[in-house]
Each structure stands twice: as structure tokens, then as C-alpha cells.
């Protein structure tokens, strides 16, 4: 507490008794404030119950708040306790219990905006009448409303010194414990020093010139200063500067060729090169550059469009406007065209398009080639974003050295090698698209056909003036169709079996298929004949009869004489199955990490 900005002067102001002896803090307390005046008071410390160093420090602030709101002054004495009919042997040593519970409502209120330390098990419920201390001053109302209609039971514990309260007086010539000498300021006067270092100390944070508001101090270097200055001179991008960390680590930069600058958005990290040699109005130039980039949300802005071109349109732009702005000085080698003013974003990308061989040759903050808007946090060492998924470590390895190879024409590579890094750097393609893809290989759309038979009703414009409708052929239709075999043993995941035959479904109605021949097998093959797609994920029932055995299934469909010779064939199982051999165009739909116990003929999709 004595090291926090807001309770400092008023912590090293107060006397804080530990000790057994004289101390004034109940069996069943935490602790007790004794007011002696103005400007000396003491807090009385539980001197042997253990707890936390949070739920202390809590406890402490709690009390601590009285002194500085003059809780434990001599005029709520004379207000309160003999107003309560208290023995006069009892006036000077507490409180009636209405001024203390409402003085603590107060004091947890504003702790729990403070967010000091953390309140010990059962102590500082401020909810359940704090809307009656919700303003300054309202202590006085709150306690006479309890005078009036009595303490609510639940209230019991808002406080630190137990069922009887944690404020008192000092007994007449007694001392406070230890009292200090009594200086010119007043509690009410520390606390507004104290939330004036607060205020300051705020900023230094936001500005990078703290860690946090215990007052540890970072070193200030010019990248830290030039930050500083747009959170206290510069309102447009003051409050952008405060949400953003700073990264200027030289072994960070070096190894993901930041030239000069790079920005984060979704991480809230902007990272800049310590070596660079800049100006220190080049460094508000390149500070706010980046923080534009990020607040315009640039990275999601691109949609289809090339990531480099973007980038450079969007420098364009950018540096235009903190040129008009006469925010710092561009440096050496910034975009900026003066023909472009005016121009959004996605006008000068259209225009840069039409020239790629040009403006590949530019370099942005980052370097050439590179774009300076990254799509996500920079793994730091020792910070959270050290720890990434071992594929996406060497994908994004390979291919931001393959970047870097090519961007300093450092030769030629094998063409192989070439093709195998871009191949890693594309993700996957889920399971449901590649299974999609497999119907439009095999379902192309139907070619329409203009027909009277089926009048068009679109035209409600003119309805007199009789107009064709379309439609696909019956016969091309009806020719649309394709088989399922399903393992429905009672080791398939209800779940995941689901999710399959939703995709099935939905694919097969989106492709015109009118019909689909269904067959069920666990320790048999089961006919189920023809089915409407839409039918298929509703009336499958999963059978707990062991084993599954498939091929009959498989066999059942190729010599069914109902069933179309060119006809595939879809199989979706667990793995857990006999050997399967398929003649016709087929494919097999399993779980993810499931095995087949054999070599498949056709493509796997596996359920994620």
C-alpha cells in the first residue's frame, strides 16, 4: 500500500500496530481503525491470523479508507453512538452498528473500483444496499435509513473488525499506538495527493514510461518517449497509444525482418527496431503509422485482394494524411504520393494493381516485400505467444524464409523444394469442403430448360404476357443419384455419425440428387432401400450388435439392378470393420484419427 500511487501518502502517514500488546483488534477481526484527529490515526492489525498477502492488503486498504474518509472522526461519535443510547462507559470506545456498516459500503464500493488486493472469504459484499452510498456523502443517509428499518442480517460482514465494527475512538489520554508527530495535512488532503500521483502514474503506463501502477519504472528510450508523447500531446491517437505493448527486441525483429516497424492488431503489440536510425520525429512518424493501420483494421479489410499490394495502398494513404497532419517527419523511403491524395484505400489499390512488376520493388516498414500489418502476435520470449503449434512453427518458418530468400535475391532454390514450402504454407481444407468438391465432381448443375409446360411467375409486372418457365430434365434428374453404406454398429459416435449425414444431406438436396440408396450394416447388411436425402440423418437408428462387417453392404448396392452402373458409392464407418473392396467410383467418410485396416482405393474424408 505504501508503494501504490493512490494510497502512498496516507499508508506512510497512518500508524499500523502489529504488535499483541495494546492492540485493539478483536479475536474475530481483521482489523480496527482508531481515529485520534484530523491528521493521526491508527490501524490495528490482527497480530497472529494468517492469511494471503492480497486478502491483507485488502483488509488494510479497507481500514486504511476510513482514515481517509474521516470515518473515525469525533463528529460521527457525538452523531451516532449517543444518539443510539449507548452506556456512557461504551461512547468512547465504538460506534453504533448503523455508522459502521454504512461507512463500510462506502469504503467497498470503492474498492471494488480500486481493484487492490482481493477480499478475504465473506468479507465485502458491496451490492446489497450500496445504491444508497453511491455518491460521496451518502454515508450519513445510508446510516440513518438503518436506524430506521434496522441493518439488514446479510450486512453482518461488510467490514474488517468483526460483529462489532472496525472503527473507534481513542480513549480519553490514551495513546493510538505509537502515533506518529501529526503533520499539516489532513486525510482528506492525502488522499487527493495521492489521486493526483495516481493520475500521472496512469499516464506513464498508458505511455510506456511504467509496468504497472506500483510504480516500476521502465527504462525510457527514445522508441518509449516518442510513444509517451502521442498519450500526452496528441488526443486523435493518444488513446490508441495507450492500448498498444511495445516491443522493441532486437533478436524479435532480426528473426521476422522487421526492418523498421511492424503492427499487430489482433495482439495489440507494435513492434519496432530498436537499431533503426531514426529521428525522433521519425519515430512519431512510424508510431502512428502503424497505430492507423491497426485502428482502420486493415488486416481484415483486404478480402481477396493481394496482402502486399494492400499493404502498399494502404501506406499510400496513410502517409498522406500524417503528412497533412504534420505528425513527425516520414523517413527515408516512406510511400507517399501526392497525385494519390484524396483517394481511398481501395481506389489506389485498383490503380497499383495494374502495375505489380512496379510496385513490388517498394518496401514498407517492414521491407520489401513484406507487409507490415501482421496477422497476429510475434512469439516473444518468455511471453505468452512463445508456445505455438509445431506444424504452424515450420510452416510459417519455411515460408517466411523462402520471403526473405527471394526479396534479397539470394539465387535460385530447387524447384521441388519451392513446390513443397508454398504446398505447406496453405492450410488443410476441412473435411466438408473437400467432401463437397467430391459431389460437384460427380453432380454438375443441371443445364435448365425453357418450357411452357411450367409458366414463369417472376414477371408480376405483367402478368397477361405468358412467359416459359425452367426446369431440368426428368431424366437427367432421376439419372442423379448415388449409394451410402453406413456402419451403424454400436461403436460409432451418435454425435459424429450425425454431423456426416448432416453434410451428406445438405450437399446431396443442393445438387438436384431426387434420391439415394441406403444401406445399414453392423454384424449384417440391411436394405433400406431408397431414401430422401433430407431423410437420411433422421431415420438412422445405431444398432449395438458389435462387430461390422461392410462388404456384403458394398456388394448388395453393385448388384442391385435398380441402381445406376455409373453410380458412387459413399462409406462411412469408424474403422473398426472388415476388409472392403469396391469396384465402382467410391469414397469413405471416418472420424478424425480413425484408421482404415486396409489400403483405400478412393479419397478418406475425416469427421473433425
Not at 316 to 324: A, K, Y
Not at 373 to 382: E, M, N, S
Not at 546 to 563: K, M, N, R, S, Y
Amino acid at each position: 500500500m505504501r508503494e501504490h500511487p493512490l494510497l502512498g501518502p496516507a499508508a506512510r502517514r497512518a500508524t499500523w500496530v502489529t504488535d499483541a500488546e495494546g492492540n485493539r483488534c478483536p479475536p474475530d477481526g481483521w482489523a480496527v481503525v482508531v481515529g485520534a484527529g484530523p491528521r493521526a490515526g491508527a490501524v490495528h492489525l490482527h497480530p497472529s491470523r494468517r492469511a494471503t498477502a492480497p486478502e491483507w492488503t485488502w483488509a488494510g486498504a479497507h481500514a486504511l479508507l476510513h482514515l481517509a474518509f474521516e470515518h473515525a472522526d469525533e463528529r460521527h461519535l457525538s452523531g451516532w453512538s449517543a444518539a443510539a443510547g449507548l452506556p456512557a462507559g461504551r461512547a468512547g470506545a465504538g460506534f453504533a452498528r448503523p455508522w459502521p456498516v454504512a461507512a463500510c459500503l462506502a469504503v467497498n464500493r470503492f474498492l471494488a473500483r480500486l481493484r487492490i488486493g482481493s477480499p478475504p472469504p465473506g468479507l465485502g459484499h458491496p451490492t446489497a444496499h450500496d445504491h444508497r452510498v453511491a455518491v460521496a456523502g451518502a454515508e450519513e443517509e445510508c446510516a440513518r435509513w438503518f436506524r430506521t428499518e434496522g441493518v439488514p442480517p446479510e450486512l453482518g460482514d461488510v467490514g474488517v473488525g468483526g460483529p462489532h465494527g472496525d472503527l473507534a475512538h481513542a480513549r480519553p489520554g490514551a495513546a493510538v499506538g505509537g502515533s506518529r508527530p501529526s503533520t499539516s495535512a489532513t486525510w482528506p488532503e492525502l488522499l487527493a495527493a495521492g489521486l493526483a500521483d495516481a493520475v500521472a502514474a496512469a499516464v506513464d503506463v498508458a505511455g510506456g514510461a511504467l509496468d504497472d501502477l506500483s510504480g516500476r519504472r521502465r527504462a525510457s528510450t527514445a522508441w518509449r518517449r516518442a510513444l509517451s508523447w502521442f498519450v500526452t500531446a496528441h488526443p486523435l491517437l493518444g488513446g490508441l497509444a495507450g492500448g498498444f505493448t511495445l516491443v522493441e527486441d532486437a533478436d524479435v525483429v532480426r528473426a521476422h525482418g522487421i526492418a523498421v516497424a511492424a503492427v499487430s492488431p489482433v495482439g495489440g503489440e507494435l513492434y519496432v527496431n530498436p537499431q533503426a536510425d531514426l529521428t525522433d520525429d521519425e519515430r512519431r512518424f512510424v508510431i502512428a503509422h502503424e497505430l492507423l493501420h491497426a485502428a482502420l483494421r486493415h488486416d481484415s479489410r483486404a478480402g481477396g485482394r493481394d496482402p502486399w499490394l494492400w499493404n502498399v495502398a494502404c501506406d499510400f494513404v496513410i502517409n498522406d494524411w500524417l503528412v497533412q497532419l504534420e505528425v513527425g517527419a516520414p523517413p527515408a523511403g516512406a510511400l507517399h504520393d501526392a497525385a494519390l491524395r484524396g483517394l481511398s484505400a481501395e481506389e489506389v489499390y485498383d490503380r497499383i494493381a495494374t502495375d505489380r512488376r512496379r510496385f513490388r520493388r517498394l518496401a514498407t516498414l517492414r521491407g520489401v516485400g513484406l507487409v507490415d500489418v501482421l496477422p497476429g502476435r510475434l512469439p516473444v520470449p518468455g511471453g505468452p505467444a512463445a508456445a505455438v503449434d509445431l506444424d504452424e512453427f515450420y510452416r510459417r518458418s519455411l515460408a517466411d524464409g523462402l520471403a526473405r530468400h527471394a526479396s534479397a535475391d539470394r539465387g535460385l532454390l530447387p524447384a521441388g523444394l519451392v513446390e513443397e514450402i508454398r504446398a505447406l504454407s496453405h492450410p488443410p481444407v476441412p473435411w466438408d469442403v473437400r467432401l463437397a468438391r467430391w459431389f460437384d465432381e460427380r453432380f454438375p448443375p443441371l443445364e435448365r430448360r425453357r418450357t411452357y409446360a411450367r409458366a414463369s411467375r417472376r414477371q408480376s409486372a405483367s402478368p397477361d404476357i405468358p412467359r416459359p418457365g425452367r426446369r431440368a430434365p426428368d431424366e437427367d434428374a432421376q439419372a442423379r443419384t448415388f449409394g451410402v453404406v453406413l456402419d451403424t454398429s454400436g461403436s460409432m459416435d451418435p454425435l459424429l455419425l450425425g454431423t456426416g449425414l448432416g453434410a451428406i444431406a445438405s450437399y446431396a438436396v443442393a445438387r438436384d440428387v431426387s434420391r439415394v440408396r441406403v444401406v445399414f450394416c453392423d454384424a449384417a447388411a440391411h436394405d433400406n432401400g431408397w431414401m430422401d436425402p433430407l431423410e437420411i440423418a433422421s431415420r438412422v437408428r445405431v444398432r449395438g450388435r458389435g462387430g461390422t462387417v461392410l462388404q456384403p453392404g458394398v456388394d448388395l448396392i453393385e448388384q442391385a439392378a435398380d441402381f445406376p452402373p455409373d453410380g458412387p458409392l459413399l462409406v462411412v464407418t469408424d474403422g473398426a470393420c472388415d476388409r472392403v473392396s469396391v469396384r465402382r467410383d467410391h469414397a469413405f467418410l471416418v472420424p478424425a484419427g480413425a484408421r482404415l485396416p486396409f489400403v483405400p482405393r478412393g479419397p478418406v474424408f475425416r469427421m473433425v
